[in-house]
T-cell receptor, first 114, second 114 residues
Framework: DTAVSQTPKYLVTQMGNDKSIKCEQN?????MYWYKQDSKKFLKIMFS???????INETVPNRFSPKSPDKAHLNLHINSLELGDSAVYFC?????????????FGPGTRLLVL | DQQVKQNSPSLSVQEGRISILNCDYT??????FLWYKKYPAEGPTFLIS?????DKNEDGRFTVFLNKSAKHLSLHIVPSQPGDSAVYFC?????????????FGKGTHLIIQP
């Protein structure tokens, strides 16, 4: 019973293609995130959704478009893939209890653009 | 089954004292471990890491200890400062330190009291 799942786990594609990464959480959380991990292991926040509404949209190319059909899903669509998009992308969902925040990470999607 | 566990959801420490955050893992293939720090509404930021060939790594006020036989690592912060109040994530990798993806714990919320 995986809490946060991502598909696919590995994605190898050609430059210029359009691809989607899916994320689902079965925890009932209202908030979900997409992060990009670079080669130095830094995690950069890309988007955050709260109950299907976009609340954080960091400076990412508009080739990246998040879609949240319901609060359990936050998918990431990437148009016209570039070499620099190669990275590991993590989805996460957030539980906020009072002032205590717990974040649950998915297993990551390893994207390689050739 | 969780491969990386942070069993304390929260920890309260007085300013100036030592903060010790613990992390346990089950996968013996993990060979690189990282700690991230996260403030509310921001992405996690990389703090310190350790390779499995070491048992200690120090960077300023932060020291990470690794006990491979116990599959346990800990982050020591001394002296603790108010700005250290955040959520701390333990993460592990089995890719020899490469950026092939990480497995995260759920985080420990550290509260530094004045």
């Amino acid at each position: 019973d995986t809490a946060v799942s991502q598909t696919p786990k590995y994605l190898v594609t050609q430059m210029g293609n359009d691809k989607s990464i899916k994320c689902e959480q079965n925890l009932g959380h209202d908030t979900m995130y997409w992060y990009k991990q670079d080669s130095k292991k830094f995690l950069k926040i890309m988007f955050s959704y709260n109950n299907k509404e976009l609340i954080i949209n960091e400076t990412v190319p508009n080739r990246f478009s998040p879609k949240s059909p319901d609060k359990a899903h936050l998918n990431l669509h990437i148009n016209s893939l570039e070499l620099g998009d190669s990275a590991v992308y993590f989805c996460a969902s957030n539980e906020l209890a009072g002032y205590q925040e717990t974040q649950y990470f998915g297993p990551g999607t390893r994207l390689l653009v050739l | 089954d969780q491969q990386v566990k942070q069993n304390s959801p929260s920890l309260s420490v007085q300013e100036g004292r030592i903060s010790i955050l613990n992390c346990d893992y089950t996968n013996s293939m993990f060979d690189y471990f990282l700690w991230y720090k996260k403030y509310p509404a921001e992405g996690p930021t990389f703090l310190i890491s350790i390779s499995s060939i070491k048992d200690k790594n120090e960077d300023g006020r932060f020291t990470v200890f690794l006990n491979k036989s116990a599959k346990h690592l800990s982050l020591h912060i001394v002296p603790s400062q108010p700005g250290d109040s955040a959520v701390y994530f333990c993460a592990a990798s089995d890719s020899g330190g490469g950026a092939d993806g990480l497995t995260f714990g759920k985080g420990t919320h550290l509260i530094i009291q004045p």
